[in-house]
């Protein structure tokens, strides 16, 4: 019964396996061919197409033939490449056809994978040379992996021989000889961690790079050698008896165990090596290869041993489900964090979900990891600076720089035109300094307040029949003659009318342009020339030509003085003309008053007439050296000539007259003359270097500005010379302006005072002070006098209180403000409702949390106490299986059976066959009564969806309800709908609230069943722990009991041996003794009673006292025998009762497994 007892309690004993919480761990290895015998191809094989004969050595110098015939693969003559998987059966192997070079064996994986180590059994005769290779991206590229030889330096000349120092290194591996026997069966071995262990790179790197494939190929590329025997040569080919491809799912050092395969074409408990990792340190991927949705804020990184490079869980802030690494992000934190969120949800942003997005602004009620963190902005999309964000500390609206107000949803004053694509907001108002009363516009249109007789949105333009002088502030009336034009309009700027055919002149009161005259008479065209004439041609009047700057003459058809001779262009001189016209001026000035004192005596002339002839020869110079204009020119000529007249006179005179005393003072006269000469002359020469120099460069822009700035200056002129009559003409209508308000004003004044009196009994109020007021006067209320002195007392106005039939624009206002007042009331209790809510469901998650959680580490529990078990499982098989083989070995000694038996008898177990059979059936009741998380939180993922949704939309309606608000106008006419939006509100509020109260108590119920299950797999584990030191005990007997047989067994051969060489010797001895007696009968010695005849008598007794003990000890072993029968009769019973029982620890892992799946499929 004990032994039943420890036999059934090493099924609960659990064992260490990898630990993946301290660094890498690695799921056990398997035969990645198992479950993949279709997945296995050669490129040649025996027998497909027809039976071929194969000729190998037999015994010595003997050879014997047999046939192939794969043409169906289960027969016994058939060798395909299936033969070789572990599971064949026996004398099954891979044959290729006679002398096929070379042959290649290939695995499709389809999926990665680790090799561990690849083991081919060759059935001779081995091949001299193979490459094994593998592929990472199936099949399309291959990589060698190894090479191997019996020669490698000439079968691969350019692989090296030596071990590899790096991991993008291979070499060759020198096969050892096969013997004498090339026929024998041989084993090629190869693991790829094995070939780089000298390389000082991590573990985890080495399987990465060199332990992964997808696909394995081994490509005989070299024929074994063969003896030659006399008669029929033997057969050459490749042989393969076995061939395992030991390895694991890939999980990079992340993972443990590969699961199962769930699909429907997969058998249970199936042997195959699945892809897919149990992966664990918040690792994802069906090779653990990246880090889960959420865990990627570090780079992910293979495990390694010490270290499990888990993946680190993003900070989101509760708003996002998942995030994604940012290397540039990694970097600039210093390497510490870079994980950015996506797809944030509650209406925030960021890489870590930590602001509000745009449209909305912190809750001051909230905090920044609450579904509620962020409600909607109030502020204009057009007015603020980033469209309708706000300030994410303060929730204030930033305004663009000429808007105003909280929401920035109005124009500055003097501002208009609010629109979200200028980036100042609104427009500045650019009303007209002398047609608006001021500078600032309606700030929606941007209508300027315009004067009498202006209109247009900057008041800049003059109503119908009215025109703007330069010279004016106000718009001045056309003054269009009715008879003589076409209609009262006159040009905005100019004021000239629209004159009918006849008449001309601004107000059509003239002739018409080139004419003069009387219009009611008769005009005369103007004789002018038109091309240097003014547009009037004209004066209207007198026919005097109007002549343009620069032009002159009666009929306007010269260029005046200071103008180059150019008619009609009469460009303006240089200024160098001026300087000399006007030294010119200085110089005739000069001469007229030194005419009077001209000598009147002969002889005297005779000192001034060289002087008179020098200046006649310097104005000569001057006016043949430039071009004057004609005036000039005629001037200086006119000059010369009075000087040549006035010089013959004088020597006419002077041939006349005696000689005269000189006349004093006159000689300095004629100094200072000639210094002016001789000063004029400098300067002429200097002009004309400057002249001549500047002859040889570009003037021509210097000139056109020049040019330009005089046009303007002469049109300026010409203004300001215009503008005398238009003043006279305003003085005028001011004197008329004056007469007519002296006229009309006092008739304005009398009724005024009459309209006055009027307003004291006219018009009554009484009427309008029911329907604004909602009272009734009992006396007539006028503008001037009202009972009360105002229309709506206080005191008199009625209340109107809810569901009331009110009268009165002010009553209804004012239970409008006591309702506007009653909703913000209502918004601020439902905002603490909110938060409220926000806080629960907060609470709720983490709970779900806490359960995933608790969930997951049950999960894991089970699955360690389901491989613990399945473990325990196999080592108790193992054990029994020692003892039946212990007491059914017929080399087992008596003494160590007994020994075995007496231990297990007196062996003392922590725990009763009853008491133990309790706690497993404990186990099973508690997997069966496990909560149905799944469920639980199936229904809690839809139902905090519904309760966000809820609240999203409560916080959205408050936040509308905020703006109705904030709007008086939307208040007044939507109040009703904002009450019933309120009670809607505040029930998705409750129903949110109710919703996350129920997942609370769901989730609650939960933790309470899962703690207790949680408990009884540790009560599990604290079972066994005194068991261990027995069962180690009782595998330790068994070793050495099992020794001590071995020991016995070979005691007993030499045993037999020794009895083998005693019998040669009892029959030498027979013989001898038959001699002896013999030869004493011939020397007549018969009586026997000599020294031989003692000596053969004593042994006869020896031998039969020995016979006798022999026979005793016989029987002892044979009653001894019997009793162990019956003890191991007794133990193969109680075996049969243990694997009862392991049966039903089957079922139990069964369910666990089951419930394992379900929980981890829910973390999932």
């Known amino acids: ?194 070939q780089y262990s000298y390389v000082p790179v991590p573990n985890g790197q080495k399987i990465k790079d060199v332990a992964g494939l997808t696909g394995l190929r081994v490509r005989l590329t070299d024929l074994g050698d063969v003896p030659r025997l006399p008669g029929r040569a033997l057969s050459k080919f490749y042989a393969l008896r076995e061939m395992r491809v030991m390895g694991s799912c890939m999980c990079h050092g992340h993972a443990n165990r590969c699961l199962p395969d769930t699909s429907s074409n997969s058998l249970p408990n199936s042997i195959q090596v699945n892809p897919q990792c149990e992966c664990q340190h918040n690792t994802a991927g069906v090779n653990c290869e990246r880090c889960a949705e959420l865990y990627n804020d570090l780079p992910w990184s293979p495990a390694e041993e010490g270290n499990t490079h888990t993946c680190k869980r993003c900070e989101c802030n509760n708003h996002a489900g998942r995030c994604r690494f940012d290397q540039a992000v990694y970097e600039a934190s210093g390497r510490r964090s870079g994980g950015v969120c996506e797809e944030c949800m509650h209406h925030t942003a960021g890489p870590k979900c930590d602001r509000c997005a745009p449209g909305y602004q912190p809750n001051p009620r909230s905090r920044m990891d609450l579904p509620d963190a962020c409600t909607r902005c109030l502020c204009s999309a057009e007015g603020a600076v980033e469209g309708d ?129 009387d219009p009611l008479i008769r005009c005369r065209p103007c004789q002018c020339n038109s091309e240097g004439t003014l547009p009037e041609g004209c004066d209207k009047k007198t026919g005097a030509c109007l002549c343009r700057l620069g032009v002159t003459g009666a009929r306007c058809d010269s260029c005046s003085r200071g103008h180059c001779d150019s008619f009609p262009a009469c460009e303006m001189c240089p200024s160098c003309f001026f300087t000399l016209d006007a030294q010119r001026e200085n110089l005739t000035l000069g001469l007229e008053r030194l005419s009077p004192s001209l ?41 010369l000539s009075q000087l040549s007249r006035l010089r013959d006179q004088m020597e006419q005179v002077n041939d006349d007259l005696s000689p005269l005393e000189t006349v004093p003072g006159l000689g300095s006269q004629l100094d200072k003359l000639q210094a002016l000469l001789d000063g004029l002359g400098l300067e002429y020469n200097a002009k004309n270097d400057a002249l001549i120099k500047s002859g040889s460069t570009n003037n021509t822009g210097a000139f056109s500005a020049i040019k330009t700035a005089y046009d303007e200056s002469t049109d300026a002129a010409k203004s300001v010379e215009a503008s ?21 004003q006092p008739a304005n004044t009398r009724d005024l005072a009459k309209l006055n009196q009027h307003l004291v009994s006219r018009p009554d109020l009484t009427p309008a002070a029911k329907q604004v007021c909602g009272i009734v006067r009992s006396t007539p209320c006028t503008p001037v006098q009202c009972e009360g002195g105002e229309l709506c007392p206080a005191e008199k106005v009625p209340t109107c209180g809810p569901g009331e039939n ?41 709970t779900t949390n806490q359960v995933r959680q608790s969930t997951e580490k049950l999960s894991n529990q089970m699955k360690k106490a389901r491989d613990d078990l399945e473990e325990d499982l196999k080592q108790a098989r193992d054990v029994v299986k020692d003892l039946k083989d212990f007491l059914t070995s017929p080399t087992s000694n008596l003494t160590d059976i007994q020994e075995v038996s007496d231990w297990i008898l007196k062996a003392k177990l922590p725990l009763s066959l009853a008491a133990l059979k309790r706690k497993l059936e404990e186990l099973k009741d508690l997997a069966a009564g496990l909560p149905d998380s799944t469920a639980v939180l199936k229904e809690a993922d839809p139902q905090l969806d519904t309760a966000r949704k809820l609240l999203e939309e409560a916080v959205d309606a408050r936040d509308a309800a905020l ?57 599990v584990s604290a079972l066994t722990t005194g068991m261990k030191p027995q069962l180690a005990d009782l595998k330790d007997l068994l070793q050495t009991g099992g020794q001590l047989a071995q020991d016995a067994t070979e005691d007993a051969g030499k045993a037999e041996e020794e009895a083998d060489a005693a019998a040669k010797d009892l029959l030498s001895l027979e013989k001898q003794l038959e001699r002896l007696q013999a030869a004493e009968a011939g020397s007549g010695r018969g009586d026997g009673a000599g020294t031989t005849g003692d000596r053969l008598k004593s042994l006869q007794q020896g031998a039969e006292s020995l016979g006798k003990d022999t026979g005793d000890i016989m029987k002892a072993l044979a009653d001894k025998a019997d009793s162990l029968r019956k003890l191991q009769d007794e133990v193969v019973k109680k075996s049969g009762m243990l694997e009862g029982l392991d049966a039903k620890l089957k079922g139990l892992l069964e369910k666990l497994r089951r419930k394992a799946n379900t929980l981890s499929t829910c973390l999932g």
């Open 806 to 846: 009110c009268v009165g624009a002010l009553p209804l206002s004012n239970r409008a403000v006591n309702d506007a007042q009653e909703v913000t009331d209502r918004l601020s209790r439902l905002s603490g409702k909110i938060t409220q809510a926000a806080e629960q469901l907060k609470e709720t998650q983490e």
């Open 724 to 744: 005398g009559k238009t003043v006279q003409q305003s003085a005028a209508a001011r004197e008329d302006t004056l007469d007519l308000q002296n006229k009309v």
């Open 389 to 517: 964000q706000c300030d994410d500390s303060t929730g204030s609206c930033q305004c663009k720089a000429n808007v105003e107000g909280p929401r920035c949803d109005r124009c500055k004053r003097g501002y208009y035109g609010l629109s979200a694509s200028n980036p100042l907001g609104c427009t500045k108002c650019s009303c007209s300094p002398d047609g608006s009363d001021s500078s600032v516009c309606d700030s929606v249109t941007g209508q300027c307040p315009c004067r009498p007789h202006f209109h247009g949105l900057t008041c800049e333009q003059c109503a119908q029949g009215y025109w703007k002088p330069i010279w004016a502030r106000g718009c001045e009336p056309c003054g269009c003659d009715p008879t003589k034009s076409q209609s009262d309009t006159c040009d905005q700027w100019t004021g000239r009318c629209q004159c009918r055919p006849g008449f001309g002149g601004r107000t059509c009161t003239e002739c018409p342009d080139n004419k003069y005259g």
């Open 1 to 194: 019964m004990r032994i039943l007892l420890l036999l059934a309690a090493v099924a609960a004993v659990s064992s260490t396996h990898t630990d993946c919480s301290r660094g890498a761990c690695y799921p056990p290895s398997g035969d990645l061919l198992q479950g993949r015998a279709h997945q296995l191809h050669a490129s040649s094989t025996c027998g497909l197409t027809g039976s071929e004969v194969y000729c190998t050595p037999f015994q010595v110098r003997r050879m014997k033939c047999c046939p192939c015939d794969s043409r169906n693969p289960t027969s016994q003559l058939a060798h395909t490449v299936q033969d070789v998987l572990s599971t064949a059966g026996p004398d099954r192997w891979w044959q290729s056809k006679k002398d096929v070079n070379p042959v290649t064996l290939q695995l499709d994986l389809h999926d990665l994978f680790q090799l561990d180590n690849l083991v081919l059994s060759f059935k001779g005769p081995r091949p001299d040379a193979l490459v094994i290779e593998r592929t990472l991206d199936k099949g399309k590229t291959w990589q060698p992996a190894l090479y191997m030889a019996s020669d490698c330096q000439t079968t691969f000349p350019g692989v090296a021989t030596t071990t590899p120092r790096t991991l993008d290194q291979t070499y060759c591996y020198t096969l050892p000889p096969t013997g004498g026997n090339s026929y024998r069966d041989q084993i090629v071995q190869f693991c790829p961690l094995r």
């Open 599 to 639: 000598p009147t005596r002969p002889g005297v002339t005779g000192e001034y007439g060289s002087r008179i002839r020098a200046l006649e020869a310097r104005l000569t110079q001057i006016r043949d050296s430039i071009s004057l204009p004609p005036n000039s020119a005629r001037q200086i000529n006119d000059a």
């Open 963 to 1019: 703006g109705v608000k904030a709007d008086v106008d939307g208040l007044l006419q939507g109040l009703d709908s904002v009450e019933g939006s309120l009670t809607a509100l505040e029930g998705k509020v409750q129903d949110s609230m109710d919703i996350t109260d129920k997942l609370n108590k769901n989730l609650a119920k939960a933790k309470a069943q899962l703690t207790p299950a949680e408990k009884a797999i540790g009560d």
